[in-house]
């Protein structure tokens, strides 16, 4: 049973990376990966399977590395300053929503 959920959950997780990106492009990314963030940090006192099929699965595929580092890449080859800026950005938010979701998690 884990495992279908495992699978159910990445698919979802990818299915709605896919639409939010495609839609909404750099900001849906960022968003995503906020929410990622944020939703990892809710779950760190939660172990076992909730941990593994959320977090991993389900998290693991919204979230995108490569899709930072292609939205970076874009943006360097328009001004090496607002890509750093974006990567900054990214990273800082993205440890703020991760704190935030560990003091109001579980």
Excluded: D, H, Q
Excluded at 8 to 19: E, M, N, T, V
Excluded at 29 to 39: D, E, Q, S, V, Y
Excluded at 49 to 76: F, H, K, N, P
């Amino acid at each position: 049973m884990t495992i279908l959920l495992f699978a159910l959950a990445a698919g979802l997780g990818a299915l709605i990376r896919w639409k939010m990106t495609s839609r909404w492009g750099r900001a849906g990314t960022w968003a995503l990966n906020m929410a990622g963030a944020f939703g990892l940090g809710f779950l760190a006192g939660v172990g076992g399977t909730l941990l593994t099929i959320a977090g991993t699965a389900g998290l693991g595929a919204l979230t995108t590395v490569s899709g930072i580092a292609r939205e970076v890449s874009m943006l360097a080859s328009v001004s090496r300053m607002r890509a750093g800026s974006y990567l900054l950005m990214t990273l800082v938010t993205g440890v703020c929503a991760a704190w935030i979701g560990v003091r109001c998690g579980m």
